[in-house]
């Protein structure tokens, strides 16, 4: 489970920084979910090599210009690529009118059913191996921060010590490692616990709208892996965020710790901010949270897991 | 006057190519006019390093997403570089709906008045010197061309042979240039006419937005010393050109033959073509009119009088 960041600039784009997306590239090619999607974001995929017709999942925090306007031309491009694959589309109070009279405004017509949910609280999505939960955050107009939790995974299976028992290579194999408890043909009863590791946790990706500090971005970031968190003023400028519904360096930084989530991403940065001072507003949060880095585009972020450092 | 191509490509961006748009570059720093608005414009214009502080209107030649998912975003980030010139936007009918529900839904309040035109074929635009002509075309949506026509410019006065017959520099030059004749202190007459070149008459440029092949296409190029013609197909997909209410490389240039125009720019290119294609895509229009480029991104073009090749 890696994170792609597409945009990470407040607003406009400036050179070298787009405005707002984040790819979730998931494992074992079960394909690709979008936060947000910022004019350019279609332009920024192909420029990463990820495919559209990959794509599955879109969830857009809020409707802001800078989050939203690549939406329309990236739905049609996934179209012209010719794939038929339904797209879930999530997102705020809004979003259904916009998208549905942008098209038809436009004459866009999509080979592939676009279904679109207009998010509340709660869990949004769940498949056999995620969970998606949202809950509103603080900002100008509603927004959402999106908590993707990964389900616990059974262990994998003692290979070795299953050799050395003398289990057959095969199904009972696979029925070990589902947790069942299997006997051989001479009698002898391996009990799945007794060959497979230790249950892990899933991981928890947290992504996180616009936003001044609330208790819900903590909430929505409680022991989180990885915490993609806004920080589009220095902390200097508090007040600028306090009017703007926007958070600090440090601000983000104290969500994090709040939560006890395990590492911190910085984006969204505002345009008055250049390459030379991020080492600055990285500084500033890690004085409170020190696994705090600045996000850029293109930067890949692996999310792994709170006890292996190769997940 | 130049013509700054920002994207040449059909329906979707490819490598190298981005969606439609292009800048006309006035003369004298009089600004920055804009046709058509693709996802990703104002990237372009930020890498080409045209300020959208000094763009004053933009053309749109129809409603299809690859001509129009810019506009947004370009709107929003000139209001946010501070500007307060007003700003006018020319299209078709939907235009004003489209984008006054996009900019309230998404809260984006501009900074400046924007003043959008849904346009009849006519003259929409007439300044001291230039002056802007419509028309429809034939699309599978209404679609417009535009005709800009430079009014004729009086002739440079003969420096030279001022001095020679003993005009003072000052005043009298002026009335001289602007057509009065004029009286020395000596009692010699000076005519204008005597003492200028002659006047030259206007560029005219023609921007044609998609399009089958069609009189009025053909009408708004006649005699213009550039016309921008899409090429969505080469000469073998003819039926898919008229299945899709677009020109082929050969429609094209046929367009401007019968128009007597003086220079053919082909754009919008389908994404199955390369850049290895171009040279035969050129090519194919050459056969039948051989002032034939094709556009690439980036590409300055600059619009040249009918008689100068300096101008």
């Not at 012209?80 to 705020?92: D, I, K, Q, V």
């Not at 970031?221 to 519904?245: I, S």
Request: hydrophobic share 40%; proline share 4%; net charge negative.
């Amino acid at each position: 489970m890696e994170l792609l960041f597409l945009g990470t600039s407040a607003g406009r784009p400036v050179q070298g920084r787009n405005v707002t997306a984040a790819a979730l590239l998931l494992p074992q090619e079960r394909g690709v979910w979008l936060f947000d999607c910022g004019e350019g974001t279609q332009h920024q995929l192909m420029r990463a090599g990820v495919k559209l017709t990959k794509l599955q999942q879109i969830f857009i925090t809020h409707m802001h210009g800078d989050h939203t306007f690549g939406l329309p031309g990236l739905l049609s491009t996934r179209s012209s690529l010719g794939t038929e694959e339904p797209l879930r589309l999530y997102g705020p109070s809004g979003l259904r009118d916009w998208v549905q009279r942008t098209l038809a405004l436009t004459d866009t017509r999509l080979g592939y059913a676009l279904e679109i949910t207009e998010v509340r609280p709660g869990a949004i999505y769940e498949d056999e191996r995620l969970r998606v939960v949202t809950d509103t955050l603080e900002h100008r107009v509603a927004c959402y921060g999106y908590r993707i939790e990964e389900k616990p995974q059974r262990g994998r299976l003692k290979a070795e010590l299953l050799q050395g028992l003398g289990v057959p290579f095969g199904p009972l194999y696979g029925q070990l490692k589902e947790g069942q408890d299997v006997q051989l043909p001479d009698g002898l009863l391996i009990r799945s616990d007794d060959v497979t590791e230790p249950a892990r946790s899933g991981r928890i990706v947290t992504i996180l709208g616009d936003t001044r500090p609330c208790a819900n971005a903590v909430r929505l970031a409680q022991g989180a892996d990885l915490v993609v968190h806004e920080a589009t003023f220095d902390a200097a400028l508090e007040d600028k965020a306090l009017a703007y519904g926007h958070s600090t360096t440090v601000q983000a930084a104290h969500t994090a710790s709040e939560a006890g989530a395990r590492r911190l991403l910085l984006t969204h940065f505002s345009a008055r901010f250049t390459e030379a001072d991020m080492a600055q507003l990285a500084e500033e949060a890690r004085a409170l949270f020190p696994a705090t880095e600045t996000a850029s585009d293109f930067a890949v972020v692996a999310v792994r897991h709170a006890n292996r450092a190769d997940a």
